[in-house]
């Protein structure tokens, strides 16, 4: 094994999340068939309180992360914020709020807005500032997902039931633990429209009269009308995303100067274990190695899903001290993966 480009660990992790919600309870709220919600196997979620928004989710992330590693808010050199879905206000800079939350004064701020992949391949840009700043030493990573239910419907956008929760490591300069080893992404854009919201920007800033996302088309009804018809197209599309997944792991590890058989986990989105195994077995890794067990009871939390899963795992003993594993993710035509060895 070769080593990084960057020598840099994780050395805390933090949480926060909405409160614990039991999907058979609430999914007629949401769907009129909520049979269809239970068969994906989710127990339950996590939904933030009305006026607990995406900041708030991530600085209590973050001051955990920051408690742990015994660290103050000026010891923070460089701060990333990835995933908020829908932000909090148009024109308006996430990452910049979260630090003003936390009281971290004349750092450097990113906020990466690429969706439920960016916890994944956000942390190349946390090793590229590491790469070209020698005096860059500490770094926040905060990844969150705080639903809008105006703009989305947690049960009906994909096959998953969107969950509102953060994640924040400390990331460290020469820290011997949960050390990166490389990352690698790429965008395939054809697609890039699915998930959109159509309204809300300055092509369309008002939803039309009577709209709501209880009632809208669901994220396969627009995967559906888009194919309409290609069928053929639309198979090869949904074969791809596992093919183009194996690819960006495959590149990860040419980077990080590994092969498929020195993995031993892998995270990917909180999916479910039929989808998880998809990605997994080829790569010989059985299931019990991945987020399969994780993932039905705390639901899709956007961004946050993997690098959270990795840290439940660390506590829970199921990741140990020179295990290779890798954090792979999908946004809306974007693939990554990033590898750690613990």
Not at 176 to 200: K, M, S, Y
Not at 249 to 278: F, K, P, Q, T, V
């Amino acid at each position: 094994m070769t080593g990084p480009a960057v020598d840099m660990g994780i050395a805390a992790f933090g949480y926060a999340f909405g409160e614990e919600t039991e999907v058979a309870a609430v999914a007629h709220e949401y769907v009129d068939n909520p049979s269809r919600v239970l068969h994906w196997g989710y127990r339950s979620f996590h939904r933030a309180p009305h006026d607990v928004q995406a900041t708030d989710l991530a600085a209590g992330a973050a001051r955990q992360a920051l408690e742990q590693a015994d660290l103050t808010p000026d010891d923070i050199d460089l701060l990333v914020l990835a995933g908020p879905d829908i932000p909090e206000y148009l024109a308006w800079d996430g990452a910049a709020a979260l630090a003003r939350e936390l009281k971290i004064t004349r750092t450097q701020t990113l906020v990466l807005h690429e969706g439920c992949g960016a916890g994944v391949h956000g942390l190349h840009y946390v090793a590229s500032t590491l790469a070209l700043q020698p005096e860059t030493r500490t770094a926040l990573f905060v990844a969150v997902n705080r639903t809008s239910e105006f703009h989305r419907n947690r049960m009906n956008l994909v096959n998953t039931v969107l969950s509102d929760a953060a994640v924040a490591v400390v990331i460290r300069r020469g820290h011997p633990a949960n050390r990166w080893l490389g990352t690698e992404q790429f965008t395939d854009p054809e697609h890039c429209d699915i998930l959109r919201v159509d309204f809300g920007g300055a092509a369309s800033p008002l939803p039309p009269s009577g709209w709501s996302s209880r009632k809208a088309p669901g994220g396969h009804d627009r995967i559906r009308e888009q194919f309409a018809d290609r069928p053929e197209k639309l198979h090869r599309f949904i074969e791809d995303r596992y093919a183009l997944l194996a690819e960006v792991i495959d590149a990860a590890c040419a980077r990080a100067g590994i092969g498929r058989e020195d993995l031993a986990h892998l995270i990917y989105l909180n999916d479910s274990a039929a989808s998880i195994a998809a990605i997994a077995e080829p790569l010989g890794i059985p299931l019990e190695r991945t987020n399969a067990e994780l993932a039905p009871d705390h639901g899709h939390m956007g961004a946050a899903d993997q690098l959270l899963s990795l840290g439940l795992q660390l506590e829970r003993g199921e990741v140990r001290s020179g295990d290779v594993v890798v954090l792979c993710g999908i946004s809306a035509g974007r693939w990554g993966a990033t590898i750690f060895q613990i």
